[in-house]
């Protein structure tokens, strides 16, 4: 199809949306700037700046003249310790040339669905789902096929996948632990998701983001499982880990022939990441394993907290085993997700997130983000109480 004219955008992009995660954080800066303080639990970032050491190696790298072009695959330390890292901790059976570094892990996944997806293929999708997931799959003319995660592990994955795909089926995205919903899955969940892959021939593009994140049950990558290696495509960031999320880092690991696809991707788009950004990130690789389980330990206390308070003011939800949300029911504010959110806002000043921004399955709840100081959920909970929701 040819544009018809000079100021018309390439049809791909018109079913690529604009995150409504931004007009919300818009709405919360014009309050904060009108002199009202919004209690912001709408977030998803780290509470904690980006460690000193992290800071020091980027100035270190600067000193040094690490400043030039570097292999736009990622320079090659940093490439062989992230090797060790996936083989040790992830069990990912892969080799130095399997990894590439891209700018976050929101490019990771930009490119993982570019150079798999041909216009007109569809992508199983646990919903509700990390927003920008359905923009990435449009903006590659493919179409995101919606499994409501709740029925779906009630019923097993298995039984739910072959119920959603369709024989244009190519590809599954897989997150876990899974932003909104704080689901982490088993990896007998991932086995199951592994068997339909094999099965039906399809890639697995697994979001990692937030591996470091669990407080029931364990991590599992799925490219971990016998003869997935082959066919997934596991992304990663540098983002939420280690409070990095403005170094725009993150990388992606995956077998031939996709490694091929995703090497073109990140020379044409971003040319590699910065060098110096690089350096810093193998300084965060080297910091030792008490500073995630010093972290976790503040998220499991923000979590609880959050939970209680949400519990108490007649929310229903479930404990998030994973990342840093309580995805919850606000039917008894409102069944619209929006007006609920709206509520909150104007009668509490506390900014969450509508569930159906998630996807259809997320409607009715709110996404409250507990990344934050205490004292911002500590602030939320008593207005939500003050207003009487
Ligand atoms: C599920 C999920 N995947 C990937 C990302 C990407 O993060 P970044 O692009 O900052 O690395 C995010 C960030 O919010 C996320 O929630």
């Known amino acids: 199809m040819a544009n018809s004219s000079s100021t018309q955008l390439a049809h791909r992009l018109d079913e690529v949306g604009f995150s409504d995660i931004v007009q919300i954080r818009n709405k919360v800066l014009a309050l904060r700037k009108a002199g009202h303080a919004v209690w912001g639990l709408h977030g998803g970032e780290p509470f904690f700046d980006t460690p000193q050491l992290i800071k020091l190696a980027m100035t ?11 292999p736009s695959s990622g320079v090659e330390p940093l490439r062989a310790a992230l090797t060790t890292k996936l083989q040790q901790r992830n069990k990912i059976p892969c080799q130095e040339e399997h990894v590439i570094l891209t700018a976050g892990g929101a490019h990771a996944l930009y490119s993982a669905f570019q150079c798999v997806l041909d216009p007109g293929d569809d992508v199983l999708v646990f919903s509700p789902y990390w927003t920008p997931i359905r923009d ?7 179409r995101p096929l919606l499994v409501p995660t709740t029925s779906a592990r009630r019923t097993g994955l298995l039984k739910a996948l072959e119920n959603y795909a369709t024989e244009n089926t190519r590809a599954i995205y897989y997150n876990t632990p899974q932003n909104p919903s704080g689901v982490v899955f088993s990896r007998a ?22 591996e470091d994140l669990v407080y029931d ?5 799925i490219a971990s499982l016998p003869g997935m290696f082959e066919r997934t495509i596991t992304t990663y960031t540098f983002s939420k880990s280690f409070g990095m999320t403005g170094w725009r880092i993150g990388y992606a690991v995956a077998p031939e ?29 080297a910091l030792p394993h008490q500073f995630h389980a010093d972290r976790l330990a503040d998220y499991r206390k923000r979590r609880d907290l959050l939970l209680a308070g949400l519990l108490d003011l007649g929310f229903k939800c479930d404990p998030p085993a ?16 929006r007006k609920a959110a709206e509520i909150l806002l104007d009668q509490a000043y506390t900014a969450a997130i509508p569930g159906v ?8 709840h709110l996404r409250f983000g507990y990344a934050t100081t205490i004292e911002q959920i500590e602030g939320a909970l008593d207005a939500m109480k ?3 929701l």
């Open 357 to 364: 921004v998630f996807g259809a399955q997320g409607e009715g």
């Open 257 to 285: 022939p996709y490694m091929t696809g995703l090497r073109k991707l990140v020379l044409y788009s971003i040319n590699g990441v910065s060098t110096p950004t690089q350096y810093a990130a193998m300084a965060a690789l």
């Open 60 to 70: 270190d790298a600067l000193a040094a003249n690490h400043t030039r072009y570097a």
């Open 386 to 388: 003050k207003a009487k």
């Open 217 to 221: 049950g364990e991590h599992f990558s």
């Open 189 to 210: 969940e991932a086995e199951e998701v592994a068997a339909f892959a094999r099965e039906r021939d399809l890639i697995v593009i697994a979001d990692e983001a937030y």
């Open 136 to 142: 990435l799959i449009t903006g590659a003319q493919a």
């Open 322 to 337: 994973g990342a840093f949300y309580a995805f919850a029911d606000c039917s008894h504010i409102h069944k619209d997700s």
